[in-house]
């Protein structure tokens, strides 16, 4: 899933837009996937929509399955989607509280052994959505903290629109008193299956909130991502041309009737050299709108080249942290650099941090790290300083206060250093694997690693 931005555009192009801006930014080939996205509205004179792809291998098996069955496949969707149509089914029939504004954003929870999903709706969309490894379900601690992290980023991310409740996919049992109890919003458990299937015991009934929310949302025609059917291109259609063929027919027609050979020939000479006026027309205007989708082209692209992938740039500073405590990020500030009148940038981002230090030398090597992620003449990192700044209150052992200051440039998110591997905690129990409905490629990641002060 990736959320992107576009210029406006009509529906006749937007479908091509969306797509071109997706497999820019994916690593995916756009053969080897089916794509469909759900329009975010438009912010600042951009349009935004939230675009999610399938690998085709994975949807044509689908397909073979229903068609072997003997079934027509009317909706494949992502998981997280379908939780959304479930809780706005629930919502509309009373069965659970929704959250005192309607337009509120809301968070949706499923668990399992295997693992489980957090996902954000906002104003009637889904807007936000992570994976919860099986390893974190497994562990108390690990998940309420995983979940109060997500709850932070997205209020970060989404000034003023923070989430005002956390719906549980549970019955009967222990998580929603416990994470009631740690955070700071409203926790309601509901039974996805409410009123359906009485004899399945309350132990699987969470587990079944994807396959129930897909059949509320295809009943209700509210499924904004459906694979089976994505978006197309809206074909106008020309009435000039309708009235032509038809004036054609008619006029052919007559002359049938007519039967006078000259006037047969005459006429159709004339059609002959209207058809070839209209073709000429035809290509030109061609050649025209050719120009024109260069242009666009070009400007996407441009466009692209100014993003910074900041989930990107965070996950790579926690993987850069010392591991024995003696560096803290107190304060990350990151913003844009405005292009100048010319557009052109020094660079796409300026990036400072607030950081805490037991000694000089710890300071040095975290700021040495950026140095050493340039590779190539087109560094990733410039103008890096460190400067000392008044030491943080309170703490005797990072007594050291340093501000540090560097300038990002932008880089595709295949670029990136890759994860960092994932050393669980000794339990016992659980079992790594997808959590992911079947429209869905299970993640092999594991979770964040936990790092001192960030």
Not at 43 to 58: I, Y
Not at 207 to 235: C, E, H, S, W, Y
Not at 302 to 318: F, N, P, Q, Y
Not at 416 to 426: I, M, N
């Amino acid at each position: 899933m990736k959320e992107l931005k576009y210029p406006p555009v009509g529906p006749t192009e937007e479908p091509q837009v969306v797509r071109f801006q997706a497999m820019k930014e994916m690593s995916e080939a756009a053969e080897d996937v089916v794509l469909d996205y759900a329009p975010l509205g438009e912010t600042g004179g951009e349009r935004r929509a939230m675009a999610v792809v399938v690998r085709k291998d994975l949807f044509n098996a689908i397909q073979a399955m229903s068609q072997a069955a003997g079934l027509k496949l009317a909706g494949v969707t992502p998981r997280p989607y379908a939780v959304a149509a479930g809780l706005v089914k629930a919502f509309a029939a009373g069965t659970l509280p929704p959250p005192e504004d309607r337009g509120a954003a809301f968070a949706a929870l499923t668990l399992g052994p295997g693992g489980g999903e957090f996902t954000v709706v906002g104003r009637g969309e889904v807007t936000y959505t992570l994976a919860v490894p099986a390893p974190v379900v497994a562990s108390e601690t690990m998940l309420v903290a995983q979940i109060r992290r997500n709850l932070a980023v997205y209020a970060g991310q989404h000034a003023g629109h923070p989430i005002e409740a956390l719906y549980l996919a549970e019955v009967g049992g222990p998580w929603a008193a416990r994470l009631r109890s740690a955070l700071g919003v409203p926790v309601h458990a509901y039974d996805p299956l409410a009123g359906a299937v009485p004899t399945l015991s309350e132990e699987y009934r969470g587990r079944f909130a994807g396959a129930a929310g897909l059949l509320a949302g295809k009943a209700a025609d509210t499924l904004p991502i459906n694979f089976a059917v994505p978006r197309q291109p809206v074909v106008a259609k020309d009435p000039a041309k309708q009235k032509l063929v038809a004036a054609a027919l008619i006029a052919f027609m007559f002359l049938f009737v007519g039967g006078a050979f000259g006037y047969v020939k005459v006429t159709d000479g004339e059609a002959n050299v209207a058809r070839l006026e209209q073709e000429k027309t035809e290509l030109a205007e061609k050649v025209e709108k050719g120009k024109a989708s260069i242009t666009r082209a070009d400007a996407l692209d441009a466009w692209a080249k100014r993003e910074v992938v900041w989930l990107d740039e965070i996950h790579d500073l926690a993987a850069r942290m010392p591991a024995d405590d003696s560096v803290r990020v107190s304060s990350l500030n990151a913003e844009p650099i405005r292009p100048d009148k010319n557009g052109k940038q020094d660079a796409q981002a300026r990036l400072e941090l607030k950081l805490a230090a037991v000694n000089t030398g710890a300071a040095n090597t975290l700021a040495s790290t950026f140095g050493r992620a340039n590779v190539g003449s087109n560094p990733y990192y410039v103008g890096t300083t460190l400067t000392t700044a008044p030491p943080p209150p309170g703490n005797s052992k990072h007594s050291q206060g340093w501000t540090f200051v560097t300038k990002v440039n932008q880089r595709a998110p295949g670029l990136y250093a890759p994860s960092p591997p994932f050393v669980p905690v000794r339990r016992t129990g659980g079992s790594a694997g997808g959590s992911i409905a079947a429209v869905e490629k299970p993640l092999d990641q594991g979770p964040p690693p936990s790092v001192p002060g960030l």
